[in-house]
């Protein structure tokens, strides 16, 4: 009866051990992004942010341009 009692404690000390082992490597996958990138690629996504990003650059240079320009016209107004 005790062998018995053990070899049951044993088999549901491994399949409990099995499914906390499975589930930690499926988490694992989906937190890395490995099996979402299967079904969902991100080509779309980084194609229309670098076209963002982009026009932010070229918004932001133009910003930075426009900053110098007034700076340096109102140093020379300034000089006389």
């Keep these: 009866m005790e062998i018995n009692l053990v ?6 000390l491994l399949v409990g051990m099995g499914i906390v082992f499975t589930f930690l490597i499926i988490a694992v996958f989906m937190t890395q992004g490995k099996i979402l990138r299967k079904f969902f690629p991100q080509e779309e996504l980084s ?4 076209v963002v990003l982009e ?3 070229t918004n932001t240079d133009a910003a ?3 900053a110098v320009i007034a700076a340096v016209q109102h140093h020379k107004n300034l000089k006389g």
């Design 47 to 50: 194609q229309t942010i670098n």
């Design 64 to 66: 930075k341009i426009a």
């Design 7 to 12: 070899v049951e404690v044993i088999e549901l």
């Design 55 to 57: 026009a932010n650059a």
